[in-house]
């Protein structure tokens, strides 16, 4: 019985024990190492270790912190486009409001290398911004501040109308109501998405490694050009990208929690 | 409270609900509007509630005449409370902040004394251990009366109540019901839409009963209940008094 309670939930609520938590993500990273193990000793692949990281420990560390800067800064301006996007889909001023949803449309469907080179070789050249750290955080932001106003759209629609009505009977202003009454509880609801297109936002910064923006991605490919040892640079670079993901759906997690109120 | 009404009208795409409505009382405390779903008795309280705008007609409610603009409505729904029958509360906000927010936020009162005012309502209707707890927490009996704190806390002219035991299974039922006749006692003005005939009869200074979108009788609770004239009102009380 106690054997078994190791690997099953009791219910759908999942409250686990701190044994069964260890022992369980234990069993699934001796399963994965036994994979892995398995799969290189049938490519007879002359590991290098660590050798390569440590040499070239400069350039992994350096290219990490530009793609941190490069996505705090678009997160903040997708938050922003984001936002703006979703007054333009709200707005009762019929040109913004097809715009902005044409806009949405369009940059949520083509590919995002289409966006980054449409807009660093053609709108950066017309505009004269040569600057690619410049460009790429715009980039990125426009492309994910797409996405986001989806999400706060989604957020605002789901709340329930006769919370509006309610706001209104009892005298509250049109921004009052957004305020105090709509945003607090649509922020609890988009929580979890937010941070998954915050998560997306981070991988998809890979990207701008080809208009030659220096981040984490193309530093990685430079030094590969050098040592040719593809799996080992390739393994920091996933874990350089959990690294900076994990602690966004971690810390969404928590944040959801505090805004729960009462269920 | 005085309301005069005359030749309200209020269609929905083509569908009419009020109909050329005449209502003209005075020196009445509790009115409550009676009549079978679909008869235009909610649509009337909407509408006195600023909340639905009529394609005709005029309103005068103690001697002001509603104006139907933006800016107007907005000023008059401060005056009234109204009461929906779903329990309209914010779930983001415990039932004290339910109460405090609009007294705050719309009506300018100091956060102690919106607190004050707050906390001896809900202590008034036996909401005093739940002060802090958020709507989920609450049962609906519980919530609904929240909501009917909310509602008396703006000190307003009129208090609205739409169904406001419909949502409701009948053991909670009794709990709202209580509380709404505590403010008949106290002499609030209010308007209560119902389906509780008994209740009706209770807490009534003058009821409406309202079919096809007009006033069909009214009167004094006890003549109404007793004496049917119409054969709408007869076979309405039939239907609703036979289980």
């Known amino acids: ?263 | 409270m005085e309301i005069n009404i005359s030749n309200l009208n209020k269609k929905y795409d083509n569908q009419v609900v009020l109909n050329n409505l005449e209502l003209n009382i005075k020196g009445v405390h509790s009115l409550v509007i009676i009549g079978p779903s679909g008869g235009g008795k909610s649509t009337l309280l909407r509408i006195l509630a600023g909340l639905e705008i009529p394609e005709g007609g005029e309103i005068t409610i103690n001697n002001k005449t509603l104006l139907f603009n933006d800016s107007d409505l907005h000023e008059y729904r401060k005056t009234v409370g109204m009461v929906f029958q779903a329990f309209n509360l914010f779930p983001h906000l415990s039932a004290i902040e339910n109460i405090t927010l609009p007294l705050e936020k719309v009506h300018k009162l100091k956060k102690i004394e919106a607190n004050l005012r707050a906390k001896t309502l809900l202590d008034k209707f036996q909401l005093g251990k739940h002060i802090y707890k958020y709507p989920p927490q609450l049962s609906g009996g519980q919530q609904q009366r929240v909501a009917i704190a909310r509602a008396v806390a703006l000190n307003s002219q009129i208090l609205l109540l739409d169904e406001p035991t419909s949502a409701l299974d009948p053991a909670l039922t009794s709990e709202v019901l209580d509380s709404i006749l505590e403010l008949k006692k106290e002499k609030k003005d209010l308007i209560l839409v119902t389906h509780e005939m008994g209740f009706a009869k209770n807490v009534a200074d003058y009821i409406l009963f309202i079919d096809e979108g007009k006033v069909l009788e009214a009167g004094e609770a006890s003549s109404i209940f007793k004496n049917p004239q119409t054969l709408e009102l007869k076979e309405f009380l039939g239907k609703t008094l036979k289980y």
Not at chain 1, 114 to 134: S, W
Not at chain 1, 217 to 227: G, H, L
Request: charged share 15%; proline share 3%; net charge positive.
């Open chain 1, 1 to 263: 019985m106690k054997f078994k309670n190791l690997f099953y939930a009791k219910d759908d609520k999942f409250n686990i024990t701190m044994s069964a938590k260890i022992i369980n993500t234990s069993l699934i990273l001796i399963i994965g190492i036994i994979f892995w193990n398995f799969i290189f000793s049938k490519l007879n692949y002359k590991s290098q270790g660590l050798s390569v990281f440590l040499e070239f420990k400069y350039k992994f560390i350096f290219g990490f912190f530009i793609t941190i800067i490069i996505s705090l800064f678009s997160l903040f301006f997708s938050l922003i486009i984001g936002s703006l996007l979703t007054l333009g889909q709200k707005s009762k001023f019929l040109p913004l409001h097809y715009f902005t949803k044409i806009f949405i449309e369009i940059i949520r469907g083509t590919p995002l290398i289409v966006q980054v080179y449409l807009f660093f070789y053609v709108v950066g050249t017309a505009l004269n911004i040569e600057n690619r750290y410049i460009m790429g955080i715009l980039i990125m932001a426009t492309f994910s501040g797409a996405y986001v106003s989806e999400i706060i759209r989604g957020g605002i629609d789901s709340i329930d109308k006769t919370q509006v009505e309610s706001a209104k009977a009892l005298g509250f202003t049109n921004f009052q109501k957004y305020r105090y009454i709509i945003f607090p509880q649509v922020i609890k609801r988009i929580m979890p998405p937010l941070a998954g297109q915050f998560a997306s936002l981070i991988k998809d910064s890979s990207l701008l490694s080809i208009i030659a923006v220096n981040e984490f991605t193309k530093n990685v490919q430079e030094v590969d050009s050098i040592t040719f040892t593809p799996i080992e640079n390739y393994a920091v670079l996933a874990l350089g990208y959990i690294l900076l993901t994990y602690p966004i759906s971690h810390l969404s997690k928590k944040l959801e929690k505090r805004f729960s109120y009462g269920d």
